[in-house]
């Protein structure tokens, strides 16, 4: 074909580029589209060869030569089936040999060509019409010429097969199935990355032997290292990975090196690795390029999988890898640069090697190798340290300190398997340097910068800036393993700096009491030194939770083995007596007490003999550091009662609520049954039915009320005392105890009297506290007890809540404030109820909240126009039907289905004739709406977690009849939800991506397990909902797109069981047959829908087969090209080959969905040219 | 039976000397009324009167809708406000749309940063204050009346206990419109009357229930 009209085509494209390339000043949106419209049909346009030859060759603007290399790209994939191989052979020889001849190509045409370049060996390799060995030897050649710009070159093609081979993310651009890229990568992994990898070895070997590398060198030099790099982060393809596992495999980031067996001779070779670190010394000043280096070589120390012929190659691969790591430190100051590539290599092969691997090296090494590990990590901590201290945006020596850190938390989890003890000397630098670093001078170098001054600024920090417990539980939980693995030193250590600073805040608060007393202003306090002792103490508390206990999220949680070790340990040095008295007197300073160095430091108390408990404690260490805590807080307690609340912390009152709930649930009440040996000392001072376990309770129970009266203006705070409060009673042991303390029943009427100060914390504090209140209802009591006290917390909220809405003249009263806040007040303790749900105490809590659900209905109609209130009652019915209905049988059930569609009829009714202006109007009806779903989905639920008896639903559910008395089931309330819920949605409130979510999820669930309820659905309402699906199918996101797809199979199946035709469904499934048929076979579509849709599209053909040969013969008739045409019939024959006719079967649907990925494969790009 | 206490507006203005509380509230109205329109165009630029918050001292002015003589606004802990709920930014009463906390330094204690909305204006204001301060909340009532007359743009309001007032404009908003397209179509239908802090506008529509 000639170029006919190429140079309007040339003046035509360089026009646009000038627009395009134009400051936005310069031209309008509208040029700007049209520009880029031409260069999009430009791409399209059919066997653009020629033109783009010509283009290549003549035109001066770089744009439109990328656009030209882009055409060539698009339509050689496009178009591959139709082109002869030797025009294929000769346009890539073109390329290449022009891009060799215009060595001053702009980098981005150039990376263009070379990258149409390796599509269509890419391309070729799969019908095996190109060879890459030729492209290697071309390769080759230009590498060994010497001349620099030749030899970038060649990196150029390498880097451009390499990512054209490497990742399947490019699947769309040429449109074939994740199996063909697949099996393109495993050949080109056995063979031409190796391949690649030699010729890169060599070069790399040539340039580390120079002695002067000039710019233009090293800079080749450092695009190879790049290469090696990408090279060794192949994430190598193992044999028969099934489709869906590649997409997944293909996602992971981090990849480690598991080359197959073949690279054996190219890997396991030491002077591979050799070569590496000496490139590293040569290059380590050049940030950039370290980071490659020490990149390769951390890919060098995840390698593991079959390369390894047996654990002797891997013993001496590893040993030669630590030797060369060692002297590669030991030699030199680290860069900051360096730091982060050190610590990945360090990471890497302590998680990578079995430990049978690495205590296989010769002890020697492994000792060394664990000593330097030990400085790396002290001195990294300590850089972090700093760098927070000038507050540096890139925070280098953090990254590293965390990844060495988590190394440690791998090595000492397996510490069985190393030798006895080796361990414990590390840990404890470690530990001692975490310590030092976070405590303020003199004992301490915290804010410290590098000339020792330290800084002291305060910053604004909002709610939503994680606390250091969650921001470095990662850091705290190695460093609370390494305190467990040096108990005997860090207990003591921990106990000590704690006793050692509450003491100094007891007496610095005193001091400034006595100013205070003088001065009277707070102002001129100063809050340097309470500020110090606060923070030290808030880092003391999260370390000594973090070594004493974990947090295991829905397990029991036990005491670590080595703290209990420890502790029996200790047992038997421990003076009883003194220990009884230091753990009874927390307001106490310890050293005051005679022989205290004799007492076990892990408890003590002293309130305990003002509870008459007698001295038959034993007093461990690691109780000693719980008394420490407990001073803590009796400190702080005393501090409120002197009115210096003012003064106190807020973060160190969390950080003790949070201390002391973790304790709790680990050592309050230990099950002896747990544990292999029990700690005598911790399971008579804590154990069941032991004195000291009530005095605790009592103890924290005191501080849970004093605090929640002093800091109900603290959130967070008050947050962490009503979960301790909940963690007391959640275990029924516990809450046995709790019941018995007077001090909580003075809680229950406080709070049911609603009077001050718990009605002023913040309404969320109020639900867990209520939550708090009923699941201590649960505990064990006589049932007298257990009547007083149902009647201290729940019958006073039903008796106001009775009396207020039974007067007479309640619609007019109903708008005053009072009567307003003590509703609100109901509502939210409902909400806090409905939380306390479990599974033994489901039936009792269901029927009182039934009762209130009922009247929360009428309360609907009274409080029509208040939005408000509105909102909080359907949360109501949100937490009941969330927390409750996976237990309810099918009476229950269905009461709460009958209570839940009520409210829904008069939520229609009211919002129905109503018409807003206020500003907040749209607001609130978006949180209405997205309560509504919520409770709908809550509803649907039951369809897939069901704990209640399961016989009694089976039953039911398999009787076409509904059962007797049987008047609502779950669909007629989704239905009706839904009825009031769609005409509400509009295409903006969809932009919501919350709200497009859950109504998404509604709808599909809806077809999913009624279709059969569809066809009923009012008319109205079923248009909208086919709207919606069409709607959320075309022009909303990918999983938006594919749950919809997803809800036509099951609406299809529905269809063809009635066998009726002409139905509104019939008809709706008709038009999504070519809504679907369009998006698999005419639109770019993405690979991850086509199973979605070929099963759509499967049921769809099953139900429409006569409509589907229509658009199939429509399709193949508007081809004018006899070859497409041939080509087009074909694939569709073939399409359905395996399943005519086609019916609903499982297996002819499976051979269908086959088929139709290699159709698409086929044919998918042929049909998307213009 | 229905009791109608019908005045003009101007001439109640002018007689100046009514001791009921309607009164008092209407002239508060009418005053307001003026001033209310430059402000919803300019988006608020006007200086309010201060507020005067009626307290127990007013109750000897008979109140004649019923309401006792509770006070405009209550005070409450800033910790114990709630999303969504009401509160009074820079004289106005606002409905709480933003509410997060914050603190100043890791050991400092919590503030609490306010976004509301003035429910009257739709005007933003923004405000932070220490948890434990107590802010003001406006006492707001909504009630529903029948539309039983327009008069030279003044709502004649049937309440639930036959008492009509006139005192009130059809407001210039969408609502207002839809007030007089559904009056002049010859519909039966309630007007919302949201109330907070001395002023008072139609919020809402809804039509009759069927009994």
Known sequence: MAAVGAPEVITQLEGAAKVLMAPPSMVSTEQRQHAEHVFLSFRKSKSPFAICKHILETSKVDYVLFQAATAVMEAVVREWILLEKTSIESLRTFLLTYVLQRPNLQKYVREQILLAVAVIVKRGSLDKSINCKSIFLEVGQLISSGNPTVQTLACSILTALLSEFSSSSKTSSIGLSMEFHGSCKRLFQEESLREIFMLTMEVLQEFSRRENLSAQMSCVFQRYLTLANQVLSWNFLPPNLGRHYIAMFEATQNVTLKPSESWREALLDTRVMDLFFTVHRKIREDSDMAQDSLQCLAQLASMHGPIFPDESAQVSYLAHLVEGLLSMINGIEIEDSEAVGISNIISNLITMFPRSILTALPSDLFTSFINCLTLLTCSFGRSAALEEVLDKDDMVYMEAYDKLLESWLTLVQDEEHFPRGCFVQPAIQVFNSYIQCHLAAPDGTRNLSVNGISSHEEEEINELQEDDRELFSDQLSSIGMLGRVAAAHCIPLLTSLLEDRVTRLHGQLQRTQQHLMAASDLGTVDRKVLDDLYEDIHWLILVSGYVLADDPQGETPVIPTEVMEFSIKHSTEVDINTTLQILGSPGEKASSIPGCNRTDSVIRFSKALAFGIQSFYKLRKCVRLLSAVLRTSEVESRATRASLTELLSPQMGKDIMWFLRRWAKTYLLVDEKLYEQISIPLSTAFGADTEGAQWIVGYLLEKVINNLSVWSSEPELANDTVELLVTLVEKRERANIVVQCESWWNLAKQFASRSPPLHLLSSSVQRTLMKALVLGGFAHMDSDTKQQYWAEVLHPLQQRFLNLINQENFAQISQEESVKQEIVATLEALCGIAEATQIDNVASLFSFLMDFLSSCIGLMEVYSNTPETINLIIEVFVEVAHKQICYLGETKSMKLYEACLTLLQVYSKNNQSRKRSDVTAEEDQYQDLLLIMELLTNLLSKEFIDFSDTDEVFRNQDQGTPASGRTVSAADVVLYGVNIVLPLMSQDLLKFPSLCNQYYKLITFICEIFPEKIPQLPEELFKSLMFSLELGMTSMSSEISQLCLEALSPLAEQCAKNQEKDTPLFIATRHFLKLVFDMLVLQKHNTEMTVAAGEALYTLVCLHQAEYSELVETLLSSQRDAVIYQRLADAFNQLTAGSTPPTMDRKQKVAFLKSLEEFVANVGGLLCVK | ?211
């Not at chain 2, 507020?51 to 109140?63: E, G």
């Not at chain 2, 209550?74 to 409905?95: D, I, T």
Request: proline letters at 5%; hydrophobic letters at 35%.
């Open chain 2, 1 to 211: 039976m229905t009791v109608v206490t019908r005045r003009d507006p101007v001439t109640a203005a002018s007689e100046g000397t009514s001791s009921t509380r309607l009164l008092k509230l209407r002239l508060c109205r009418f005053h307001v009324e003026k001033e209310k329109e430059p402000f919803g165009v300019t988006g608020g630029k006007r200086v309010r009167p201060p507020q005067t918050h009626r307290t127990m001292a007013d109750s000897d002015l008979d109140f004649q809708t019923g309401e006792s003589g509770a006070s405009a606004t209550f005070p409450m802990q800033c910790s114990a406000l709630r999303k969504n709920g009401h509160v009074v930014l820079k004289g106005r009463p606002c409905k709480i749309v933003e509410m997060s906390t914050s603190k100043t330094g890791k050991h400092g204690h919590a503030k609490v940063n306010m976004v509301g909305i003035d429910i009257f204006t739709n005007k933003k204001y923004e405000d932070m204050c220490p948890s434990t301060h107590n802010m003001d909340v406006p006492a707001i009532k909504r009630l529903d009346y029948q539309l039983v007359n327009i008069n030279e743009s003044y709502m004649s309001l049937m309440g639930d206990n036959g008492e009509v007032r006139e005192d009130l404009r059809v407001p210039e908003s969408d609502i207002g419109k839809e007030i007089e397209a559904k009056f002049e179509a010859g519909e039966d239908f309630l007007v919302t009357v949201l109330c907070a802090m001395g002023e008072e506008c139609a919020v809402a529509t809804k039509v009759l229930p069927i009994k």
